[in-house]
């Protein structure tokens, strides 16, 4: 009979955040008996040595880049990529090798290595199928290739295909893992040129699309989830960005990671660095973002046809038009104080439309005492309102939208939005 597993992808850089992460699973998850996969490109043997002292259970596969190259028909030569394995590492492709490991497992639960478990995670073996916290659709995913390069096979797709943050995912091997396998391998092999970010979760979540695949969309709160957003129900938080041990605002926030690094300093081979505890201060003023923009979800009833966006970290909170993010969107700015916001409009690219349209339209929209006009040749038209204060934002908002957005789709230069 099968086991279940875990599953890794690393090269010697990210051996100790591995160590760290296998010390913070043997504490939190005691009675966790599956085999523990990891995929490499040719750790040293003092790596392996110091890994297998932390779990007796863990399996070793060997993934070069040559036999990347030879599998999927790669230029290794290209400056393209050259430069791409530099920053990141030719394993970045590879994720989709979770379907290869069902020929040996009964279910596998993939981990990036940027992480920290905070209670037993082996509820999610219970699920059948494919699971995933979402991220970006499949499509806005493919539409951010470096060349715009467009996929005839999304006209046979739903336009609203989910694709997963890539640091969670699990499968099991009622799926037909062989075509999802030949299905991303083949998507690599005729795209790795044009993506330089993103190729690893389109690979999972094409076939998934293509073959109609069952899929669980895991809650943000429980599995995956974002550090702003770690509640009483988080089972795993995923650093998503900039790396806790990079970032010592993080470090100053969970200690426990930091106390799992240390343990693994102390029992491997390597001299790995002390890293030290700082101030919260960036992390605390994400978090006061976050909530600022949570806010005001609730001040705002929003129009049909507009979603507030999932990134609360910013300096500015973006409202799309759903299925039009490139053209045209809202956001809010944060105004004097904590009390007062500042509304945004972005028409991209109506220049290239009609520019008589905007001597119709600006006109119309003078009562709303916009305090900054850019017309900008290349990127269209923004506008911003000046201080709104909370109590009347919701009003404002739909006053901006009816005589902003309102005012472009009865022209008849706007493009259908379905």
Not at 48 to 68: A, C, M, P, Q, R
Not at 166 to 185: H, Q, R, W
Not at 190 to 210: C, G, K, Q, R
Not at 359 to 377: A, M, R, S, T, V
Request: net charge neutral; aromatic share 16%; hydrophobic share 40%.
């Amino acid at each position: 009979m099968k086991k279940n597993a875990l599953m890794f992808v690393i090269n010697e850089s990210m051996v100790f955040a591995l160590g760290a992460t296998l010390l913070n699973l043997k504490d939190k998850n005691p009675n966790f008996l599956y085999d523990v996969v990891v995929m490499h490109d040719g750790l040293s043997q003092e790596a392996i040595h110091d890994l297998s002292s932390v779990n007796e259970s863990i399996k070793f596969f060997k993934y070069t880049l040559g036999d990347f190259i030879a599998e999927h028909d790669v230029n290794g030569d290209s400056t393209f990529f050259k430069n791409f394995i530099k920053r990141y590492s030719f394993l970045s492709f590879v994720k989709y090798k979770i379907f290869e490991m069902l020929d040996y497992y009964k279910a596998i639960l993939f981990l990036d290595v940027d992480i920290l478990i905070l209670k037993d995670i082996s509820a999610i073996f219970q699920h059948q199928g494919v699971s995933w916290r979402n991220g970006f659709s499949l499509k806005e995913k493919l539409s951010r290739n470096r060349v715009n390069k467009k996929f005839d096979f999304l006209n046979d797709l739903d336009e609203r295909s989910p694709a997963p943050n890539g640091g969670l995912i699990f499968v099991e091997d009622s799926i037909p893992y062989n075509e999802m396998k030949l299905i991303a391998k083949k998507f690599i092999s005729e795209n790795y040129a044009n993506f330089t970010a993103h190729i690893d979760e389109i690979s999972i979540a094409l076939p998934v699309a293509m073959l109609n695949v069952n899929l669980n969309i895991l809650s943000s709160s429980e599995f995956n989830v974002v550090p702003e957003m770690v509640n009483n129900d988080s089972r795993i938080v995923h650093f998503v960005g900039k790396k806790i041990w990079d970032d010592h605002d993080m470090m100053s926030i969970f200690p426990e990671w930091l106390g799992y690094y240390d343990g693994w300093v102390k029992k491997s081979s390597f001299n790995y660095p002390d890293l030290k505890r700082i101030n919260r201060g960036l992390y605390l003023k994400q978090v006061n973002l976050t909530n600022t923009w949570l806010k005001t979800q609730e001040l705002i009833d929003l129009p049909d046809g507009l979603t507030f966006s999932n990134e609360t970290k910013n300096f500015w909170y973006p409202i799309f038009i759903k299925n039009n993010r490139d053209s045209f969107y809202f956001e809010l700015k944060k105004g004097k104080d904590e009390n007062h916001f500042k509304i945004g409009v972005w028409f991209k690219n109506v220049y290239f439309l009609n520019s008589n349209f905007l001597e119709q339209f600006l006109p119309k929209i003078e009562k709303l005492k916009f305090i900054d006009c850019k017309k900008n040749g290349n990127t269209g038209l923004y506008l911003i309102t000046d201080d709104t204060h909370y109590k009347d934002l919701n009003d404002k908002f739909h006053l901006v939208y009816n005589l902003t957005f309102g005012e472009y789709m009865k022209s008849p230069i706007a493009k259908k939005i379905d």
